[in-house]
C-alpha cells in the first residue's frame, strides 16, 4: 500500500503541493478525530496497573485536561505535600487537585519517569495556563493501582 507521500511524489507535484495536500490532510484528520475524541480512547486508572503505567497516565491525562481521568487515578484518601512540608489528604487533597492542577491545566512538559517498586519519580518542566513554569520534581507512590502520594520535591 501506497502511503500519501509516495503517491504525491509519483503524481510529480511541485514540492509546495504536496505540502500543501499533506497539510489538508492533517487538518480534516484533526476534524474527524479531534483531540477529546482521542483523549477518550486513552487509558483510565481501571485499565492499568504497574505503578509507571498509572503516573504515565495521570500526566497524558493532565496534557488532555481530563478531570475525571486525572481524578480516576487517585485513591480516596490520597494526600499532597510541597516538598517536607505538611500534606494535604482527601477532600483538602482532591479540591488541591482541582484548583492547583486541572483549573489551571497544569502539565509536566518532557515527562521523564523512573520506577522503584511502587515509587515513580517524574521529571520534568512544570506549568499551567497562569503563567507559573517550573522544574518538576514529583514523587508518586502507587498502591493497587491508585495514587496514593504526589510529593512536590525541591
Not at 474527524?32 to 475524541?37: G, M, N, T, V
Request: some cysteine; aromatic content about 12%; glycine content about 6%.
Amino acid at each position: 500500500m501506497m502511503n500519501l507521500g509516495c503517491w504525491l511524489k509519483k503524481k510529480r507535484l511541485h514540492k509546495s503541493a504536496r505540502f500543501f495536500a499533506s497539510a489538508l490532510l492533517l487538518c480534516v484528520a484533526s476534524t474527524l478525530f479531534p483531540p477529546k475524541l482521542m483523549a477518550q480512547n486513552a487509558p483510565s486508572a481501571a485499565q492499568v496497573s504497574e505503578p509507571a503505567a498509572v503516573v504515565r497516565a495521570l500526566i497524558e491525562a493532565m496534557h488532555a485536561n481530563d478531570s475525571e481521568r486525572i481524578r480516576s487515578f487517585f485513591a480516596a484518601n490520597a494526600s499532597q505535600a510541597y516538598g517536607g512540608g505538611p500534606s494535604k489528604s482527601g477532600p483538602a487533597f482532591f479540591a488541591w487537585l482541582n484548583s492547583d492542577i486541572i483549573e489551571r491545566k497544569g502539565v509536566v512538559d518532557d515527562p521523564q519517569f523512573s520506577a522503584n517498586g511502587s515509587e515513580v519519580i517524574v521529571r520534568g518542566q512544570f506549568r499551567n495556563n497562569r503563567g507559573y513554569r517550573s522544574a518538576a520534581n514529583f514523587r508518586f507512590l502507587v498502591e493497587n493501582s491508585r495514587i496514593v502520594s504526589w510529593q512536590m520535591r525541591y
